[in-house]
């Protein structure tokens, strides 16, 4: 078992090392963020609707395209570079490939929210006053989890077809559809000050995030499989 | 002395959609044994190697490494491409290190001595995509030696190796001879001159019965 999560560790330093050596799909992500932030927030100003019904639907698609553009590279450089021979020999076993990418597209897409998150707040002016800051926290972070899970597992199945770009969002959207709907109304209840009324739908997400972290250790050695 | 291994190759089958890429491929190799596999093209001599390195399924027969059935998580296999498969943005020692490190053996003294091995010492800081191909191919020797696999598997090697690059992969052959079981793939035998060889030849996915002798 520690056999296990050292080798996930030891591909999760090389991702981290490689992205956060060139840089350039980091930032072109964070730009992209940005460009969610201001086009919502300007037409929800236009649109004169209250921002705090409209915060939790604009958040979370914005993080979904966001996961899109951000995790459908996961596999990206191991097809670029043809290495996924020598890796899957090197780690012996398929799922710790899927375990080291999640771990990497996790922390991605948390560094990404860490700056869209603020940005929503202060351009669609979100009163603070009243909100369940640790429900919202919980909302984020287990819905980031349920997208890189998912995304991960996409990823290792598309990255062997050629029309991976187009095939990944229109598989994720249909799957991610409960962790949506969780991850909305957590929201919406954070913003509303609301605890225990709202822990039923976080018990959803928790659910949906176990599920798509647990079946890929039987699925992935088939999915990878050549 | 190094452990003798012995790699048995029964009636493998591997099908492809609805192509039959192996059809009944059988033989047997032994620690010390370099086993040149020929054939032409879309022969399914790269199919061969991929499914005994556990990296493809077969679709019927077994392969055996001492008498167990040989899987992907045995470790015991390593593979040389004709593409050197590396990570372009990470250094010549990165891409060494992070392989070792997979494999739990990422000695700075042995990393060292593979690079000296290859004639990359001097490059070890260079990103390996900035190498020329017949550099990263060497890399890509040096990181397939770094666990001492008991089974190497080499398809087209040779492919963009200058004259060095091909003396220092005949060494390698020779090298490793008395510890591995070394099967290669290659459309030119006499790249392997003055090296004792025994031949396999696949036609259209069988192996031929008859093996030739060289060296």
């Known amino acids: 078992m520690a056999e296990f999560w050292r080798r996930i560790w030891i591909l999760y330093r090389k991702d981290l090392l490689e992205e956060f050596r060139s840089m350039d799909h980091l930032w072109s992500t964070v730009v992209f963020g940005t460009m969610l932030v201001f086009v919502f927030s300007f037409a929800v100003q236009l649109a004169d609707v209250s921002t705090r019904q409209v915060f939790p639907a604009v958040l979370w698609v914005s993080i979904f395209f966001l996961s899109v553009v951000a995790l459908q590279r996961s596999f990206a450089k191991e097809k670029e570079s043809a290495v996924m ?142 | 002395m190094a452990q003798q291994n012995a790699l048995e190759v029964r009636q493998l089958r591997k099908q492809l959609g609805h192509k039959q890429i192996l059809k009944a491929v059988t033989f047997a190799a032994v620690t010390g044994e370099l086993v040149a596999i020929t054939g032409a093209n879309g022969a399914g001599k790269t199919t061969l190697l991929r499914v005994i390195a556990g990296l493809a399924r077969p679709s019927g027969g077994e392969v055996l490494w001492n008498g167990s059935s040989l899987r992907l998580d045995s470790r015991q296999a390593a593979y040389v491409s004709h593409q050197p498969i590396l990570y372009g943005s990470l250094t010549v020692q990165e891409n060494l290190e992070f392989f070792g490190r997979l494999y739990g053996t990422a000695d700075p ?107």
């Open chain 2, 109 to 215: 003294a042995k990393l060292q001595e593979l690079l000296e091995l290859v004639g990359l010492w001097l490059y070890r800081l260079e990103p390996a995509a900035v190498l020329s191909r017949g550099m990263q191919q060497r890399l890509a020797i040096a990181r397939a030696l770094i666990a001492e696999p008991a089974l190497i598997l080499y398809d087209e090697p040779f492919t963009s190796l200058d004259e060095n690059g091909r003396e220092i992969l005949r060494q390698v052959l020779e090298n490793r001879r008395p510890r591995a079981v070394q099967l290669l793939v290659t459309h030119a035998l006499e790249h392997l001159q003055g090296l004792p060889f025994r031949e396999i030849r696949l036609e259209e996915g069988r192996s031929v019965p008859k093996e030739a002798a060289h060296g």
């Open chain 1, 85 to 226: 021979d020598a890796l899957l020999l090197a780690c012996g076993e398929r799922s710790l490939l899927f375990y080291g990418k999640f771990l990497f597209s996790f922390t991605l897409l948390l560094l990404l929210e860490a700056v869209v998150v603020p940005l929503f707040w202060i351009f669609l002016d979100v009163d603070g006053a009243g909100v369940n800051l640790g429900l919202f926290a919980a909302a984020v972070l287990a819905g980031s989890w349920g997208l890189a899970a998912v995304g991960t597992l996409l990823n290792g199945i598309t990255s062997q077809l050629p029309s991976a770009r187009l095939l990944f969002p229109i598989l994720a959207f249909p799957l991610l559809i409960p962790l949506l709907i969780g991850v909305v109304l957590c929201t919406q209840g954070a913003l509303a000050g609301q605890g225990r009324s709202t822990m039923g739908w976080l018990y959803l997400v928790f659910v949906f995030d176990l599920l798509f972290t647990i079946l890929p250790l039987v699925l992935f050695d088939y999915i990878l499989e050549g």
